[in-house]
């Protein structure tokens, strides 16, 4: 079956940096577009980051535009969120998602907490 998986969440100091991972199978990744969103507490759930099956483009939210960068293994079956100079409003969690056509899949998420 399909199957995202998140990880990489945690408690971060501001100003520090994690690296988000999403672990994909049942599925043909390579030929998915994929992209992180995060939702924080009473707030919509709202693109981070988006990546085409080659990685030849990539697409920010303007505000972690210089500080996040996505990237993906499609080898591994693995797409990334390296997230630097984290600030208190990137508090959320963090979900993948591959996306094709009319084909959706979500992973389940994973928490990240920017506080000192």
């Known amino acids: 079956q399909v199957q995202l998986v998140e990880s990489g969440g945690g408690l971060v100091q501001p100003g520090g940096s994690l690296r988000l991972s999403c672990a994909a199978s049942?599925?043909?990744?390579?030929?998915?577009?994929m992209s992180w969103y995060r939702q924080a507490p009473g707030k919509e759930r709202e693109l981070v980051a988006s990546i085409t099956s080659s990685s030849a483009i990539t697409n920010y939210k303007d505000s972690v535009k210089g500080r996040f960068t996505i990237s993906r293994d499609n080898a591994k079956n693995t797409v990334y969120l390296q997230m630097n100079s984290l600030k208190p409003e990137d508090t959320a969690v963090y979900y993948c998602?591959?996306?094709?056509?009319?084909?959706?899949?979500w992973g389940k998420g994973t928490l990240v907490t920017v506080s000192s």
């Open positions: 998602k591959a996306s094709r056509a009319s084909v959706v899949h």
């Open positions: 049942g599925f043909t990744f390579s030929i998915y577009p």
